[in-house]
């Protein structure tokens, strides 16, 4: 009989938990904020703000179609892209996106190590996800080798992008293009805009990602990424704009802090 209760207290211990920690099996540290995508019909305007914020500016892509973008390094490898489109053809999804929401943060891409176990586990906690059309997403196809992104999120794109091991933070062009006044490391919080819905979607993403949940105040937060590379997100009072769309995902332009 003892010998019985003994093992029933050992099996609530070792199951039960486990049972109710969807993202135990995932470790969050090996996913980080790897990319913000600034999306712009005024490259030069929102560059210049970036130069006076005291950041650095490499030059990026100059695609035929009418494409251009610019690059900002952080000291941890993280970048912030700076894009436009000069192209008029309203199959161009920059150009609809600008027509529809004028400018904004189009995109957070996030570095996940095994990408495929990662997929799996999304798709298995019911997260709608979609494989992403390599015309749209090149310039995330440039350096990995396969990706994915939340479903029905607009005017944000929430992108997962397998990591390249194969790449290391380069050399004297890197120290010097990240170099920042007040030697700005990493992004520290991400403040998200969501209808209802979607809030409750993300809510269960970070959930079954095993983000570590924090509350303050009168808001939770969570945090992903390894203990030395981090960063924050909470959720803002939906946007006025977004009332009565269920599927609306976006982060204000002043709504990125920065770590030091």
């Known amino acids: 009989m003892i010998r019985t209760i003994t093992q029933a207290i050992l ?55 009418g494409v251009f973008s610019n690059l900002v390094l952080l000291r941890n490898g993280s970048e912030i892209t700076l894009e436009t ?67 029905s999120c607009l005017p944000l794109d929430v992108v997962f992008i397998s990591k390249d091991t194969s790449q290391q933070i380069p050399s004297l062009e890197f120290d010097s293009l990240s170099h920042h006044k007040n030697n700005v490391f990493r992004f520290d919080w991400v403040l998200l805009s969501a209808s209802p819905i979607i809030e409750t979607r993300m809510r269960k993403f970070f959930e079954i990602i095993g983000a570590i949940k924090q509350h303050g105040g009168c808001y939770d937060f969570w945090r992903v990424g390894p203990a030395d590379d981090f960063c924050f997100f909470r959720f803002e009072p939906p946007l006025a704009k977004t009332k009565g769309i269920n599927d609306w ?12």
Do not use: C
């Not at 570095?111 to 749209?136: A, H, M, P, T």
């Not at 976006?250 to 802090?257: A, K, L, M, W």
């Open 85 to 151: 489109t000069l192209s008029t053809d309203s199959k161009d999804w920059r150009w609809n996106a600008l027509k529809k929401y004028g400018a904004h943060i189009s995109g957070l891409a996030f570095e996940v190590d095994s990408i495929d176990k990662f997929y799996s586990l999304v798709k298995s906690g019911q997260i709608e996800v979609s494989e992403l059309d390599s015309n749209r997403y090149g310039t995330y196809r440039s350096y990995m080798t396969y990706l994915f992104a939340l479903d």
């Open 249 to 260: 995902l976006s982060v204000e332009p002043d709504n990125i802090y920065f770590a030091y």
């Open 11 to 65: 099996l609530f211990f070792i199951i039960l938990p486990n049972s109710k920690i969807i993202g135990q099996n995932f470790d969050p540290s090996r996913i980080r904020l790897r990319r913000i995508t600034y999306l712009t019909s005024n490259l030069d305007s929102l560059t210049r703000s970036f130069l006076k914020k005291g950041f650095k500016i490499k030059q990026g892509k100059r695609e035929p179609g």
